[in-house]
C-alpha cells in the first residue's frame, strides 16, 4: 500500500508562517483529487483545502480562507500547503490524502504533520 508521508510542520508565532509537503509516490497520483485535513486531540478531524487533479480548482475551509493555499506538483507527486497568517485555532496534526466526499471513510493516512502555533 502507497503511504502519504506529510511534512514541514513545526512551531511557529501566531501571524508566522509554515509550508507543508505531502509525497504520494502512487503511480495515478495525477488522477486523483487531493485534500489537506487537520485534526486535534479530542475533535474529529476536518478538511481543510483540496485540489482537484489537475490543479486547477481550489477549495478551502471558510476558517482558513484567504490565509492557506494549496498547490500540487503531479510531476513529482507532491501537495503542498502554504500557511500564512497562522493563528492559534490552525494548532493540529495535519494530513493529506485523495480528496472525495466520503473522505471521513478512508482507512489509509500517514502519519501526519504536528503543527503548533503559540499565541
Known amino acids: 500500500q502507497v503511504q502519504l508521508v506529510e511534512s514541514g510542520g513545526g512551531l511557529v508565532q501566531a501571524g508566522g508562517s509554515l509550508r507543508l509537503s505531502c509525497a504520494y509516490p502512487?503511480?495515478?497520483?495525477?488522477?486523483?483529487?487531493m485534500g489537506w485535513y487537520r485534526q486535534t486531540p479530542g475533535k474529529d478531524r476536518e478538511f481543510v483545502a483540496s485540489i482537484v487533479f489537475n490543479g486547477r480548482s481550489t477549495f478551502y475551509a471558510d476558517s482558513v480562507k484567504g490565509r492557506f493555499t494549496i498547490s500540487r506538483d503531479n510531476a513529482k507527486n507532491m501537495v503542498y500547503l502554504q500557511m500564512n497568517g497562522l493563528k492559534h485555532e490552525d494548532t493540529a496534526i495535519y494530513y493529506c490524502n485523495v480528496w472525495t466526499s466520503g473522505w471521513k471513510s478512508l482507512s489509509s493516512w500517514g502519519q501526519g504533520t504536528q503543527v503548533t502555533v503559540s499565541s
Open positions: 502512487e503511480p495515478r497520483f495525477s488522477s486523483y483529487d
